[in-house]
């Protein structure tokens, strides 16, 4: 199992990104994959998670509303729109995944096993 994650950047308040996070060593209709981030002197927290095999979401409340995780299975790929930014979801930002796992919630709320290298992402007012 590899993730990679790309599209992290600097962006204005009020401003948009899209994550992008590659799988490879699995196919995105086996559970489950997500969305996480750590800010400097943070502890890690989930953003965005999804069961592959039912695309059933979960989203806790601070990112409800801006954030948007979706998949393209033929390219293997998650993403994670992010709308509405502001200085607080500045993070680095993870992408991780369990395959063992079929619930996007308990996901979001556990420790996957699976994890990617992280992309910066910094907004600026």
């Known amino acids: 199992v590899q993730l990679q994650a790309s599209g992290g950047g600097l962006v204005q308040v009020g401003g948009s990104l899209r994550l992008s996070c590659a799988a490879s060593?699995?196919?995105?209709?086996?559970?489950?994959i997500g969305w996480f981030r750590q800010a400097p002197g943070k502890e890690r927290e989930a953003v965005s998670c999804?069961?592959?095999?039912?695309?059933?979401?979960y989203y806790p409340d601070f990112v409800k509303g801006r954030f948007t995780i979706s998949k393209d299975n033929a390219r293997s790929i998650v993403y994670l729109q992010m709308n509405n930014l502001t200085p607080e979801d500045t993070a680095v930002y993870f992408c991780?995944?369990?395959?063992?796992?079929?619930?996007?919630?308990?996901?979001?709320?556990?420790?996957?096993?699976?994890w990617g290298q992280g992309t910066l992402v910094t907004v600026s007012s």
């Open positions: 999804l069961s592959t095999n039912n695309d059933i979401t």
């Open positions: 991780a995944a369990d395959l063992a796992q079929s619930s996007s919630y308990a996901l979001c709320h556990g420790r996957p096993p699976n």
């Open positions: 060593g699995f196919t995105l209709n086996r559970p489950t």
